[in-house]
């Protein structure tokens, strides 16, 4: 078993603004674990697209309710991070992260949110319950720059 | 936004973070530029893009359909290596060229 070596967890108002807040939160939390600038990258990128998920979606873009994201490090590198909305969920999670679904192609939103989440992160898993909210759960491994 | 009108291209230089929330900007100040008839054909200078999630994709698609219709082509250039990613996944390439 990993030892858990470090972890956190903001709540933050479902404003779009927040999105890049949530990026650079993650970032610094990660930053002793001296990512390589790609793994950084990938992390901020599966970060970005789920949370404007849980504001977009979850929260139908009202700016009302909070996000939850956390994060947890483990000892050799492993990462764990739960983004949680208390929105009105996903009927079909199967179908909404097909690629190229989406159920707001009037926002020119392109469907593409899980599939870039699944790319970039080593597991992703989600759980949905219409009207009460999503958790996105990912992990991936930093290998680091070092 | 920084752009260069040549002839019937107009090339823009983005810049800083693309995501959600700033593309609603992007997309308007895009939308302005390609307003003029005369436009046939937009670039999208990547190079200065710090960061950019799936929104992108629909920014620069939005843009191909308007600018589809009346025979115009849209292109990105210099996409740093996860934006080409995230536009390689969604199948982008097919219609919009990448320049180098």
Redesign the interface.
Known sequence: MEKKINEMRIDFLAV??N??FA?AAVSAFLLPLNPSL?EL??V??AV??AV?NA??HGYEGKGRGMVRLSAALYEGGRVEMEIVDCGVGIEDVEKARE??YTSRPD????G??F??ME??MDALSVRSRPGFGTTVHMEKRLTGAS | MKHTLRGDTVTVFLTGELDHHSAKDIRAELEALIANPRVKHLVLDLKGLTFMDSSGIGVVLGRYKTLSQRGGTVAVREPGPHVNQIFRLSGLYQIVEKLC
């Open positions: 779009e603004e999105t890049a990026r790609e990258e990938d901020r990128t970005s697209e404007t504001m977009l690629p190229l926002m020119e939103r392109s593409m949110g599939t870039v790319t970039f």
